[in-house]
């Protein structure tokens, strides 16, 4: 009856049905013809009983042997390039998203707000090995994977700002339950950076070029030089300034923001709202130097609106979704384009294609216009195709 070395382990859940049954484990040894040092062991999973016991144990307590028994789920282990800091996986396990994004298996350890919400797809062992291979230097990581490895292999990671990612990946989920989108948080300047180092397999972007008077291209072109590219608008949305309920302290336009009873957060440079406040300010005559606050940085639409809403600050540049999720005011400025940037050796994968069909699905573009401030007349559209 014991439990062979390698077999896999068994759980069973006797105890609990037998106490169910009001019986005692003597009463149960007796009725199974067997002693209750046994019964005790088997509880304990200390021993494997016999078929013949086994089903004697089910029939006893009026029970199938399967919802007795079950082997215990052994989490299979795989290595995966890590994109953390080198020193976070040498303590405590990581909770870790993976995917493979062309021939790579990539762990990007759960941080930030979202992971809080977000279940990890594995967890990592407190190490962290480097690994020189033909053409670079990478991490590696052994993980716990803790979804079905065929999951890896179709996912579509998208990184961006734009808070709509998270609802395009419900929604994703919701239609093709096959697919699935992971949504990295991220400025649109780092997105397309990252993109370009080959760590997913689309950038969200939302960069206004003053010199070109053009959204995304010339920052794509500049940043994905050589790259084979389709440029597909996911939305517009309005840009602005986020303001306290009531806009208490009566701002109207960026010119007001040199007041010296206004304090500012802003978003960190690279990121789209921090590009267009610039823009803003110049156009104001005003120097970053003459804005209070300006040098507080955060790194998302949402917590610029947290900052306003818990009143650490009086005004920030963001976007009217978020503004009215937190039931703020805001103060339209401009209309942007939100873009997504795809290699073109992504764009046919099935996992991407499911994404791009919900784009332009009537459900989700309802769902995101409800929102406030989104406008997905042009959702889908293709932009530009750029070519190596």
């Known amino acids: 009856m014991a439990q062979p070395r390698g077999t896999p382990p068994l ?59 079950r082997l215990t789920e052994e989490h299979p282990q795989l290595e995966a390039e890590w994109l953390g800091a080198s020193s976070a996986a040498h303590g405590d396990r990581m909770r870790v998203q993976l995917a493979r994004v062309g021939d790579r298996l990539l762990a990007r350890p759960l941080t930030g707000s979202q992971a809080l919400f977000t279940a990890a797809d594995g967890l990592t062992r407190p190490s962290v090995q480097a690994r020189r291979t033909k053409t670079s230097s990478a991490r590696w990581v052994t993980v716990d994977l803790l979804i079905a490895p065929e999951v890896l ?72 030089a050589g790259r084979r590219l389709v440029v597909v608008t996911l939305s517009q949305w309005q840009q602005g300034l986020i303001v306290a309920r009531g806009n208490p302290k009566g701002i109207s ?14 978003r960190e440079p690279g990121s789209g709202s921090r590009t267009m406040l610039d823009v803003w300010l110049r156009g104001a005559g005003i120097a ?45 400025l401009q209309e942007e384009r ?32 409800a929102l406030g401030g989104y406008n997905s007349s042009r959702a889908g559209t293709v932009v530009a195709e750029l070519a190596s």
Not at 207 to 218: C, F, Q
Not at 253 to 266: C, I, Y
Not at 294 to 302: F, K, L, N, Q, W
Not at 303 to 325: K, N, Q, Y
Request: include cysteine; charged fraction near 20%; proline fraction near 5%.
């Open 153 to 224: 292999e179709h996912t579509a990671v998208v990184l961006g700002c734009d808070p709509a990612l998270a609802l395009l990946a419900t929604h994703v989920s919701r239609r093709y339950p096959r697919f699935r989108l992971s949504w990295v948080h991220s400025s649109s300047l780092a997105a397309l950076r990252m993109l370009g180092r080959g760590e997913a397999h689309a950038a969200g972007t939302h960069l206004w070029d003053p010199d070109s008077g053009e959204y995304n291209l010339p920052y794509v072109r500049r940043e994905l």
């Open 338 to 369: 939100y873009d997504l940037v795809i290699p073109m050796e992504f764009l046919n994968a099935p996992a991407f294609q499911a994404v791009l069909e919900i784009v332009v699905s009537r459900p989700f573009q309802d769902e995101l216009e």
């Open 11 to 69: 759980e069973n859940r006797i105890r609990s049905r037998r106490q169910a049954a009001g019986l005692s484990q003597q009463e149960l040894a007796r009725r199974c013809g067997c002693t209750r040092q046994a019964i005790s062991a088997i509880e304990a999973g200390h021993y494997v009983p016999s078929t013949l016991v086994a089903l004697c144990i089910a029939k006893v307590l009026g029970s199938r042997v399967e919802d007795l028994f």
């Open 288 to 332: 970053a130097t003459q804005v209070r606050g300006y040098t507080r940085e955060v790194a998302s639409h949402v917590e610029v609106a947290a900052a306003i809403a818990s009143g650490m600050s009086d005004v920030g540049p963001g976007i009217l979704a978020v503004a009215r999720a937190l039931e703020l005011d805001f103060i339209p």
């Open 253 to 266: 336009s960026p010119a007001e923001l040199a007041r010296r009873d206004l304090t500012m957060v802003n």
